[in-house]
């Protein structure tokens, strides 16, 4: 009985090291993956705004630019907005353009502000994204291309849809 005890718990520690050693393999590739910068135009259709690499470094803060400019994600429970209550419309950092307000904002509980719909249609862009082994929906800011977050399909009524986004990508501007 020992010796079986003894053999499952050595099984159970090579599993244990089997996972440590994929988890340090994970961890460098996403490390090591080159963030690209987002698209200067969508189906053929360019931006209208459109910077180089060196004014957005210029413009935004590291955090920002890391978000988007580099297809970043802030941990979550850690930014600006995801308990944000307040009235008012949430902006690009980047540019300006008016994305979502504040009546279409809901508790996901993800640590991430979440809506269920843009401000109005074509305040976004959205393309597929299949970095990190998965194909998600990236959602863009429809006016400079820059990365915001990503949109699914388990959201609340009436659309069904959950844009997950990030609080640095974003500029709150209360109602007066
Ligand atoms: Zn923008």
Redesign the pocket.
């Known amino acids: 009985m020992k010796s079986i005890v003894a053999g499952g718990s050595r099984i159970l520690a090579g599993l244990a090291g089997l996972a440590f050693v994929a988890l340090l393999v994970v961890g460098t590739w996403t490390a090591a993956r080159p963030q690209e910068p987002p698209p200067s135009s969508l189906n053929g259709h360019p931006f209208p ?1 459109q910077k180089t690499d060196a004014e957005w470094r210029k413009i935004l803060t590291s955090e920002q630019y890391d978000i988007l400019r580099r297809a970043g994600t802030e941990m979550a429970f850690t930014g600006k907005y995801w308990n944000n209550h307040a009235k008012g419309v949430y902006r ?1 950092a ?4 008016e994305l979502f307000r504040s009546n279409t904002k809901f508790e996901s509980g993800t640590g991430w502000p979440s809506f269920w719909a843009p401000i109005r249609k074509g305040a976004v862009a959205t393309r597929t994204d299949t970095s990190f082994g998965e194909s998600r929906t990236e959602v863009l ?1 429809a ?4 990365h915001l977050g990503h949109v699914f399909d388990d959201g609340p009524k009436p659309t069904g849809l959950r844009y997950c986004m990030n609080s640095a990508a974003m500029v709150f501007v209360p109602d007066k």
Do not use: I, K, L, Q
């Open positions: 705004v690009c980047a540019c300006g353009n800011c006016r400079c291309g820059g």
